[in-house]
């Protein structure tokens, strides 16, 4: 929508040389002519909404999604909406409505997902904050393929309203709505902006003292077999962050080994299909793929897609098929949903009210393009919070010897925020932050 955008900056620039004063002006318009991308799956109006479904190719948005609307009104220009994955469930942005979004560090990488487009087009220097949906990492894994920063906000903070698909039953206490971008500082506007009255549960406006916080970390998930071990430069990455922390602050970082992390993916995949306290059901991906059509057969989309006759990509109907088996084990994932309550309450009386723990994003850097399909399971280093509740940001820390981006996540207790934000500004000063493709 440029041609709309400069139609509004024209009216930003109008409305500053008309002069109602600055401090009149920040507070009522605190992101005042500053460019946005939306994640296609939210309604911007007049833009499609497909989510990457064929089915939806006409679909346009009528009105704007609750965040979207709340970001426009504090004077942000949207630009246009962003590539995702296949009904924002797979950790490529690759779809049959719009093709594949490429890595800007490096075109046969991946751009992660499903805000993968939001995450290249913000290290790509076209936008400079954007807005993406977090259900099992889908804005963390495109930040950190992509070198810039993200984060899922505690859940329950920001209105989900205005998504395809949104969350129902259970997993409305796992979708989260979140800033992206590629300086730390504006994370917390953006949260407060995004978040409306529901910031009020964040304290955002306490002052952190990083020398009082406890530092944690853990270098991997404990040696799940559903997932590849973590790369030895995020490792060495990781390592320099807590070297640094401990010679410049002063503070003691401590390792932890947190047993049922070694399952994450397992307890993901159960509480993500479980029922709500009222005894719903979680919506079936399956029905989500016939969403403005006719119901979709996973098996036969697989028979159609071995010889090019499907509209839906691979990793769709993997999935499809996939939830199905997640029935047969009822007795299997009580037990896990049992486990990841048991986790979230160790995790929150571990970190408490000053505890951030560092994590890895990811066990790879950017996987080439099709590779995740061979290790499908991976995104479990950031699903896991989502089914915690935890806030977590992605920060990035350079460049990796292939001139592929490298980071971290940072997680606390819910409602503390404001701690990850804060470290997050800190490890950027540190660590120089984004990094412009193609500079080195």
Request: glycine share 10%; net charge negative; with cysteine.
């Given at each position: 929508r440029?041609e709309?955008?400069?139609?509004?900056a024209?009216?930003v620039?109008?409305l500053?040389s008309?002069?109602?004063g600055?401090?009149?002006?920040e507070?009522?318009?605190?992101?005042?002519?500053?460019p946005i991308?939306?994640?296609?799956a939210f309604?911007?109006h007049?833009?499609?909404?497909?989510?990457?479904?064929?089915?939806r190719?006409?679909?346009i948005?009528?009105?704007?999604?609750t965040v979207?609307?709340?970001l426009k009104q504090?004077g942000?220009?949207p630009?246009?909406?962003?590539?995702?994955?296949?009904?924002?469930?797979?950790?490529e942005?690759?779809?049959r409505?719009?093709?594949?979004?490429?890595?800007?560090?490096?075109l046969?990488?991946?751009?992660?997902?499903s805000?993968?487009g939001?995450g290249s087009?913000l290290?790509?220097?076209?936008s400079?904050i954007?807005v993406g949906?977090?259900?099992?990492?889908?804005?963390?894994?495109?930040a950190f393929f992509?070198?810039?920063?993200?984060?899922k906000?505690?859940t329950?903070?920001?209105?989900n309203d205005g998504?395809f698909?949104?969350?129902?039953?259970?997993?409305?206490?796992?979708?989260?709505?979140g800033p992206?971008?590629?300086?730390?500082?504006?994370?917390e506007?953006?949260l407060k902006v995004?978040?409306g009255?529901?910031v009020?549960k964040?304290?955002?406006n306490?002052k952190v003292s990083l020398?009082?916080?406890?530092?944690y970390?853990?270098?991997?998930?404990?040696?799940?077999?559903?997932?590849s071990?973590?790369?030895k430069?995020l490792?060495?990455?990781?390592?320099k962050?807590?070297e640094?922390l401990?010679?410049?602050?002063?503070?003691q970082?401590?390792?932890?080994?947190v047993?049922k992390?070694?399952?994450s993916?397992?307890?993901?995949?159960?509480?993500?299909s479980?029922?709500d306290?009222?005894?719903?059901?979680?919506q079936l991906?399956?029905d989500?793929l016939?969403?403005h059509?006719?119901?979709?057969?996973?098996?036969?989309?697989?028979?159609?897609?071995?010889v090019g006759?499907?509209s839906?990509t691979?990793?769709?109907?993997?999935l499809g098929?996939t939830e199905k088996?997640?029935?047969?084990?009822?007795?299997?994932?009580?037990?896990?949903?049992s486990m990841?309550k048991?986790l979230?309450e160790e995790?929150?009386a571990?970190?408490g009210?000053d505890?951030?723990?560092?994590y890895p994003?990811?066990?790879t850097?950017a996987p080439?393009?099709?590779s995740?399909i061979?290790m499908p399971?991976?995104?479990?280093?950031?699903?896991?919070?989502?089914?915690?509740g935890l806030p977590?940001?992605?920060?990035p820390l350079?460049?990796s010897?292939?001139?592929l981006?490298l980071g971290?996540?940072?997680?606390?207790?819910?409602?503390?925020?404001?701690?990850t934000?804060a470290v997050?500004?800190y490890l950027?000063?540190?660590?120089?932050?984004?990094v412009?493709?193609?500079?080195?």
């Open positions: 440029f709309e955008a400069l139609q509004e024209q009216q620039d109008k500053l008309e002069g109602p600055d401090d009149y002006l507070e009522k318009f605190p992101l005042l002519g500053v991308t939306v994640k296609e309604s911007l007049g833009m499609p909404n497909t989510s990457g479904l064929v089915n190719h006409n679909v948005a009528t009105s704007d999604a979207v609307s709340r504090a942000a220009i630009l246009g909406v962003t590539n995702c994955s296949e009904l924002c469930m797979w950790y942005s690759s779809n409505v719009y093709g594949r979004t490429n890595n800007p560090y490096d046969q990488r991946i751009a992660g997902g805000s993968g939001e087009v290290a790509a220097a076209c400079v954007g949906s977090d259900i099992g990492g889908s804005i963390r894994m495109p992509n070198g810039v920063f993200g984060h906000p505690t329950g903070v920001v209105p998504q698909p949104n969350a129902r039953g259970v997993r409305t206490s796992f979708l989260c709505t992206m971008c590629r300086y730390a500082e504006d994370l506007p953006m995004m978040a009255s529901g009020n964040l304290k955002l306490e020398e009082k916080i406890k530092f970390c853990m270098d991997h998930d404990g040696g799940s077999i559903f997932v071990p973590v790369d430069e490792l060495q990455a990781q390592k962050v807590v640094h401990e010679s410049e602050l002063g503070v970082v401590q390792r932890v080994a047993h992390m070694k399952y993916f397992q307890i993901w995949s159960a509480m993500m479980s029922k306290n009222d005894g719903q059901e979680a991906f399956t989500l016939g969403d059509g006719k119901p979709v057969w996973p098996l036969w989309e697989l028979i159609k897609w071995l006759m499907s839906h691979l990793p769709a109907i993997a098929l088996l997640m029935k047969l084990n009822p007795g299997g994932n009580a037990k896990l949903v990841g048991s979230k995790m929150e571990l970190l009210l505890g951030v723990l560092l994003s990811h066990p850097v080439r393009h099709h995740p061979c399971f991976n995104f479990a280093y950031t699903a896991i919070f989502n089914v915690l977590v940001t992605q920060c350079g460049l010897s292939e001139g981006p971290i996540q940072l997680v606390a207790a819910s409602y503390n925020d404001h701690l934000l997050a500004c950027e000063k540190a660590f120089g932050g984004w412009l493709p193609g500079k080195v």
